[in-house]
């Protein structure tokens, strides 16, 4: 069996189209029908059918796909086992997903240092999607990734990296910025929460929904640094990580105050997958990751 056929599948398998999966391979959208002709035949099953422009996998083409995926990215691993690592000569590429609190404080760093130890590395940062993290560390679509805990395939390697408690971030003058805050005053605030979903509660108004509580919320937004601007310029208050508010505060006329309500503080891991574990470019490239979000989002005591 040709194990570019496997690769094909693959491809079809993350993209749900025949189309996009061409374009991933840089191969004709005819080469990869004949591809998924040769696989059905030999599988004796349709292993994707039609559900509107896109099309699905079958309940066989879903039971194999994992162990596939796990056998590419292996092999593609495995050509790197072995080979001396130099940074400043490797032409490798990486994905990675880092939340929008940890790609504000991190991602600027590392890319300092890529340019000045390894020119030649190339990153591609995209979005966080949680329910398809196993999925695309599994199949190699994700090179690592950076996000609260959460429930991961078996195969996936994890390393927790920091902890934070969430903090109250208002404007430096605004008329509460010189006391404590109380639970009342908090509530009767106006506030802005961030989430990269459109619906759905966030970790504080889940706290305080079990109280039988709740807060007005004026915005939902998706970006922590357009509300941290937004805060600066109004009465409205931004619950958020105490390390990106104290960012924040280094170029913006904000005052952070302690939450008045008790929330376990947030944890952060590092995601990969098995086969890269001793890869030693992606280790290295870990390494670094580790060592500036040690650096920067670590928050900082008085």
């Known amino acids: 069996m040709d194990l570019n056929l496997f690769k094909v599948f693959d491809a079809v398998y993350r993209a749900n189209s025949l189309t996009e999966a061409a374009k991933d391979l840089h191969i004709t959208q005819p080469a990869v029908s004949n591809a998924l002709a040769r696989l059905r035949e030999h599988f004796d099953d349709p292993l994707f059918v039609r559900r509107g422009r896109r099309i699905a996998p079958t309940p066989l083409a879903d039971s194999i796909a994992s162990d596939i ?40 760093e590392l890319i300092t240092q890529l340019q ?29 990734a950076v996000d609260i805990p959460q429930p991961v395939d078996n195969s996936i390697q994890q ?28 509530l009767n605030a106006g506030h802005i929460t961030v989430s990269g979903r459109s619906r759905g509660v966030v970790l504080e108004d889940a706290t305080l929904n079990r109280k039988g509580l709740n807060r007005h919320i004026i915005l939902r937004g998706k970006s922590y640094y357009s509300a941290s ?18 960012r924040f ?3 913006l006329a904000l005052h952070t105050a302690m ?44």
């Open 69 to 108: 995926a796990n056998s590419l990215i292996t092999l593609q691993e495995s050509l790197h086992k072995g080979q001396e690592f130099d940074p400043s000569t490797s032409k490798r590429q990486f994905t990675i997903c880092m939340g929008d609190p940890i790609e504000f404080v991190a991602l600027p």
């Open 116 to 144: 000045r130890h390894a020119p030649g590395i190339k990153l591609q940062s995209q979005r966080l999607i949680r329910d398809q993290l196993s999925r695309q560390l599994i199949s190699g679509e994700v090179s690592m």
């Open 159 to 186: 390393q927790f990296l920091f902890k934070d408690n969430l903090c109250v971030l208002m404007r430096q003058d605004h008329p509460l910025s010189g006391q404590t805050l109380s639970l009342k005053q908090y």
């Open 229 to 246: 601007h937004i805060v600066a310029t109004s009465d409205l208050f931004l619950t958020l990580p105490l390390h990106l508010a104290q």
């Open 249 to 251: 505060q280094q170029f």
């Open 259 to 302: 939450l008045p309500l008790k929330i376990p503080a947030l944890e952060m891991m590092m995601y990969w997958h098995r086969s890269a574990s001793n890869d030693t470019a992606h280790e290295w490239l870990r390494g670094r990751i580790q060592d500036i979000i040690a650096q920067n989002a670590t928050p900082k005591t008085n």
